[in-house]
């Protein structure tokens, strides 16, 4: 059985840091590209960052380069994403997505994603 569970979200005030996790397990996590995407209230799907576990290359959404970091401990089959300087525009639940290496990346579209976990909420807030 494929899983992708979610944890370390919470409250933090603007200019905190969060660390997100989305451990896996039911598939072979250096075949996939495994991806960050977020859902604020009432908006669409956006999508944060990639990552290639059998490379470590990163891809991340322009506005957030710099403040956002994703990483992998592939003997764990566990995706990171460390959150920097967080503002009240990153509050949303964040979802852990795979796709099969050799997929795009970038996608905003839950079904472009062969796995997906049940999302972790963060909420930046004075």
């Known amino acids: 059985e494929v899983q992708l569970v979610e944890s370390g979200g919470g409250e933090v005030q603007p200019g905190g840091s969060l660390r997100l996790s989305c451990a896996t397990s039911?598939?072979?996590?250096?075949?996939?590209?495994m991806s960050w995407v977020r859902q604020a209230p009432g908006k669409d799907l956006e999508w944060v960052s990639t990552?290639?576990?059998?490379?470590?290359?990163?891809h991340y959404r322009d506005s957030l380069k710099g403040r956002f970091t994703t990483s992998t401990d592939n003997a764990k089959s566990v995706l990171y994403l460390q959150m920097d300087s967080l503002e009240p525009g990153d509050t949303a639940v964040y979802y852990c997505?795979?796709?099969?290496?050799?997929?795009?990346?970038?996608?905003?579209?839950?079904?472009?994603?062969?796995?997906w976990g049940q999302g972790t909420q963060v909420t930046v807030s004075s």
């Open positions: 990552i290639f576990p059998y490379s470590g290359l990163t």
């Open positions: 039911g598939f072979i996590f250096e075949n996939y590209h």
């Open positions: 997505g795979a796709t099969g290496a050799g997929s795009p990346y970038g996608s905003n579209q839950r079904t472009h994603y062969d796995y």
